[in-house]
């Protein structure tokens, strides 16, 4: 889906390293999402923002922090915290309105520790 | 919380044969169910979704069945073909729920040349 950018493709990070993780969409839509995915486990939810300026933490926050100063824009800041930070990062987007609207991915970033 | 289980985690098929994956959700109050398609390193995309006030949906060769009784969904994939091959996952989402998908920890389904 090109409405929904995630940059970059594959991102290296140092110990101690705060990394972020760009998602742009052009769809309009109100609400975004951030989940990881692990091999062999579906996605879990991270962060997710239904309109700009406010955001709620998902299932696995910790180590994880987001902003959404922009409607098109949610980017995702892996911090030093997050232990265990190698996965697969997708970000998502929906017209929101709560409960039962598609969502719409962008192409991930893989995140690796150097 | 919704939690949603999905099976089997892995299925192969030959080509041309019938695929079922299933998922059960444990709210009732889910009432929006759709499954995506992700192929490796790619992202994942919607392929068809149904919503509690119909029992099937159909597109071509994949249909979806709800049985709200039993709170399950099931995805059905006929005369499968290679390009089937891929990551299946299931959600569910309640109606007014802010979180909007709780996802299936996905099926990895191979078609058999």
């Known amino acids: 889906d090109g409405g929904i950018t995630q940059s970059p493709k594959y991102l290296f990070r140092k110990e101690g390293q705060n990394v972020t993780l760009s998602c742009e969409q052009n769809l309009n839509h109100d609400a975004m999402y951030w989940y990881r995915q692990d091999p062999g486990q579906g996605l879990r939810l991270i962060y997710y923002s239904q309109i700009v300026n406010d955001f709620q933490k998902g299932d696995i926050a910790e180590g994880y922090s987001v902003s959404r100063e922009k409607k098109e824009s949610f980017p995702l800041t892996v911090t030093s915290a997050q232990k265990n930070p190698t996965a697969f990062y997708l970000c998502?987007?929906?017209?929101?309105?709560?409960?039962?609207?598609?969502?719409?991915f962008g192409d991930g970033t893989r995140l690796s520790i150097l | 919380g919704e939690n949603v289980e999905q099976h089997p985690s892995t299925l192969s098929v030959q080509e041309g044969d019938s695929a079922v994956i299933k998922c059960t959700y444990s709210d009732s109050a889910s009432n929006y169910f759709p499954w995506y398609k992700q192929e490796l390193g790619k992202r994942p995309q919607l392929i068809i979704d149904?919503?509690?006030?119909?029992g099937e949906k159909k597109d071509q060769r994949i249909a979806v069945t709800l049985n709200k009784t039993a709170k399950h969904f099931s995805l059905h994939i006929t005369e499968t073909q290679p390009e089937d091959s891929a990551v299946y996952f299931c959600?569910?989402?309640?109606?007014?729920?802010?979180?909007?998908?709780?996802f299936g920890s996905g099926t990895q389904l191979t078609v058999l040349p």
């Open positions: 998502a987007s929906s017209t929101g309105g709560g409960g039962n609207q598609p969502q719409h």
């Open positions: 149904i919503r509690s006030n119909v």
């Open positions: 959600a569910a989402s309640m109606r007014g729920s802010a979180r909007q998908l709780t």
